[in-house]
């Protein structure tokens, strides 16, 4: 879609060698653990490079998984191994690595013939067909069914007094039956935070078409990228590219800086204002989960679980690496992945999980571990003193206009007995759902229950539909189609 001038917004291997017995490294592009594993193999530290070339080749990578084998054939890091070597070699080619045949077949002679299942076994596991079965996304292939989600009026953002640049910010949020948008959160901006209360603000005056699958009206979430153009643009798909922040990103792109591969690839994913296929950017992004990039692991996860709901199952393995590297938004993640189903088990992982989400400042993480540890139906996961410290963080100039984030809030003081002050902040909420004109009768019973001294549990982020159409007072863009996702 197209709005007027000055703001804009649209829903959305080179590796290494064996040769004459010295392994020669050169980084790959779009790989932060990658660049990490060569600096310490350069710096002869071959157990933290083997440890990193390890963990990304299981991930699928092919640049690691052929160093990993090199470095088995050299004996660097672990003890020598020509089958091992043989059979991450082979991965390599399989993942689409080019390895020299005359070295395959010098690594293949060394192995003895009682030792080659060994290889076939890891090709078989860590080869291509095996990588696309078990943990990446299909190529090319959404979860079809799908139609909706597209915009129907777009609220104009305010571009802040204190910023002279420009930007954009890539953020995700559910659509409702009623087609408003709630529970939004900041995928990645630059400059950082500097247009986010701006765009948050924009998506939540906004509305949106209700989504449907097979037909049938539903709640989803998806992507909107929001630019802030300080020079007035003629036309919009000509801008991006244009933009000084998105240039800025783009060269350290260029010049092989994973996180801003990563970020070039999520936003040309969510905007086809880049003119880069939708699978050639998630391709982009993948390629730097496999590498190791935390926040593109973390994005890979919200991928499969969101895109390709009907063939569930990828999501987990993707938000265990991230989590364990101490991403907290995959902290989060995994831990609501556990309790849709919990088990005993299920629960006490959860609430681990949970308890380490310690360092963040980010709203969207904030508040939903607040609503899990203040107000969760499994009493296991519950922990009110870590969820009103948490609250506590909650910074409200960040989204003025969010009630959600006044809601955990309340829910947080309720579960540690102050209930004046829990429906005093839920009062809040509710005047700032009623200006978004979301259907407030649910917010309405929390405050009752803490008005009569009880305490709530269950799931804060479920809000009815709407029960007239609200009124839209802001600027209409024009709708402009777009493909479902890929």
């Known amino acids: 879609m197209r709005v007027e001038t000055g703001w804009s917004w649209r829903n959305s291997g080179v590796g290494g060698f064996v040769s004459l017995g010295v392994l020669l490294l050169a980084p790959v592009s779009s790989q932060a653990d990658f660049i990490t594993a060569f600096q310490a193999y350069k710096d002869k530290d071959y157990a933290r490079a083997h440890a990193e070339f390890h963990e990304m080749a299981l991930l699928g990578e092919s640049a690691s998984q052929y160093n990993l084998g090199a470095m088995k054939w050299l004996g660097q890091g672990s003890e020598k191994d020509p089958a ?7 991965a390599a080619i399989d993942n689409g690595y080019t390895v020299s045949p005359a070295l395959i077949d010098k690594v293949r002679a060394a192995t003895p013939p009682e030792h080659m299942a060994r290889a076939d076994a890891i090709v078989a596991r860590y ?8 943990l990446l996304p299909a190529p090319g292939q959404g ?5 909706g989600g597209r915009v129907v009026h777009a609220r104009k953002a305010t571009f802040p007094i204190t910023s002279d640049t420009d930007g954009f910010v890539l953020l995700e949020f559910t659509i409702g039956l009623d087609g408003l948008a709630r529970d939004v959160e900041v995928v990645t901006s630059e400059p950082a935070q500097q247009f986010d209360a701006a765009a948050k603000d924009s998506i939540y005056f906004s509305r949106f078409e209700t989504f449907r699958f097979e037909g049938k009206p539903t709640e989803r979430r998806t992507q909107v990228l929001l630019s802030f153009n300080l020079i007035p643009v003629t036309s919009y798909d000509d801008s ?3 933009m000084r922040a998105v240039k800025k990103v783009k060269a350290y792109a260029d010049a092989g800086h994973p996180t801003a591969q990563y970020v070039i690839g999520a936003m040309a994913f969510a905007d086809e204002a880049f003119r880069m296929p939708r699978q050639d950017a998630a391709r982009m992004v993948v390629a730097a989960a496999q590498g190791g990039n935390v926040d593109a692991q973390y994005w890979v996860s919200n991928y499969l679980d969101r895109f390709e709901n009907c063939r569930p199952g990828k999501a987990q393995p993707w938000l265990e690496i991230a989590a364990r590297k101490g991403h907290e938004g995959a902290r989060l993640m995994l831990a609501d992945l556990l309790l849709r189903n919990p088990q005993p088990a299920e629960v006490e992982r959860a609430r681990e999980l949970l308890s380490g989400i310690a360092r963040t400042t980010d ?3 904030l508040r939903h571990a607040v609503a899990f540890l203040a107000g969760s139906p499994q009493a296991g996961v519950r922990d009110p003193v870590l969820a009103l410290k948490l609250a ?6 960040r989204s003025p206009v969010d009630p959600q984030m006044r809601e955990a809030v309340a829910l947080a003081l309720a579960a540690n007995g102050d209930m004046k002050a829990a429906a005093r902040d839920q009062e809040r909420a509710i005047k700032q759902a009623k200006k978004l004109y979301w259907n ?12 009569q001294g009880k305490h709530w549990t269950g799931d804060l982020f479920v809000v009815p539909p ?3 159409i609200p009124p839209f007072k802001g600027e209409t863009a024009e709708v402009v189609h777009e493909e479902e996702e890929d």
């Open 392 to 397: 506590r963080r909650i910074s409200f100039s």
């Open 84 to 90: 091992e070597a043989l059979g991450w070699m082979r």
């Open 240 to 242: 991006m590219w244009n």
């Open 363 to 365: 709203a969207y993480i």
């Open 143 to 147: 979860c079809p069914g799908w139609e």
């Open 440 to 451: 407030t009768s649910l917010m309405e019973e929390r405050l009752q229950a803490y008005q």
């Open 127 to 134: 080869g291509r067909s095996a990588m696309q079965a078990t």
């Open 466 to 468: 709407a029960i007239s």
